[in-house]
């Protein structure tokens, strides 16, 4: 008999990528959307919110993370014994403590996919495990749920923490450039004059820009960003003031210094050479 794995949100970026994916593993997928008509021919299509989870074996949260955290609440008490209810988002802290206090009928996996839903392959993705009640069981069910994907356990506080880095500054530099670069009146010169950092740079940038204004939104309200955006904006203000009053052994110093200390974790030749691969592939 087929598992059945219930996907809310399943019309959503997310929510179709996980359909795809869990229909291809041999899953009967039940969605639900309360925002779209669900068109996948091969999906059971749930009528309501509590008619989609009755009956899964899995229930796989694909939802705004403001709403994840009520969500869980609402649902876990109406989950079949032994199911798995999973959370996906991308902040920790709301949700994994939603999940700490579901019946203990229903088993939590908390989870954060380090990939977005133009991603062909999982193999050689990264997930993150956040544990909630036992960090063994809930690893090994989300590895034998994507046995391709690597995996790495982690609390959520020091996820969020972590988050804040690795997708929270990302995405608020790259959308104060999009709103400078939107402001560009000849774009086309500016392309025509682009080189290889430039090429790299507005591939990333205009990648971010293609995420729903209330995920960038949802991601740069993590309150973990604050003190390192706080650490951008003076060294910032820093750097320009130094240009302004002509201080260059400082300017150098300062990069020197932050160069020697990247290097001890990042091979930057390395880096540079994969940095022109990918542009390279890119532009044939």
């Not at 069910?141 to 046995?147: G, Y």
């Amino acid at each position: 008999m087929k598992k059945k794995i219930a996907i809310i949100g399943s019309e959503g970026q997310m929510g179709k990528w996980f359909t795809k994916y869990f229909l291809e593993k041999g899953f009967e997928v039940i969605g639900y959307d309360a925002e779209k008509e669900i068109k996948d021919k091969a999906v059971t299509k749930a009528q309501s919110l509590v008619g989609a989870i009755l009956t899964a074996d899995y229930v796989i949260l694909c939802i705004p993370v403001k709403r994840t955290p009520e969500t869980i609440r609402l649902i876990a008490k109406e989950m079949k014994r032994d199911s798995y209810l999973i959370d996906i988002s991308s902040l920790k802290s709301k949700s994994a403590a939603a999940l700490s206090k579901i019946p203990d009928k229903v088993n939590p996996i908390c989870i954060h996919p380090m990939f977005g839903p133009g991603t062909k392959k999982l193999k050689g993705q990264n997930i993150i495990s956040i544990p909630i009640r036992d960090a063994k069981k809930e690893l090994t069910v989300a590895k034998s749920l994507f046995s391709d994907a690597n995996f790495v356990q982690i609390d959520a506080a020091e996820h969020d923490k972590k988050i804040a880095i690795v997708l929270g500054m990302t995405h608020l530099v790259n959308v104060a450039l999009a709103n400078i670069l939107a402001k560009e009146e000849n774009f086309t010169l500016v392309e025509k004059m682009a080189g290889t950092t430039f090429k790299a740079q507005k591939l990333l940038t205009a990648g971010i820009m293609t995420e729903t204004p209330e995920l960038i939104e949802t991601i740069i309200a993590n309150p973990e960003i604050r003190k390192f955006a706080e650490e951008f904006w003076k060294d910032i203000g820093r750097m320009l003031i130094l240009v302004q009053e002509n201080r260059t052994e400082e300017i150098v110093k300062y990069t020197s210094s932050a160069k020697e200390r990247l290097a001890k974790n990042i091979d930057l030749d390395d880096a540079y050479k994969k940095l022109v691969q990918m542009v390279n592939a890119v532009e044939k």
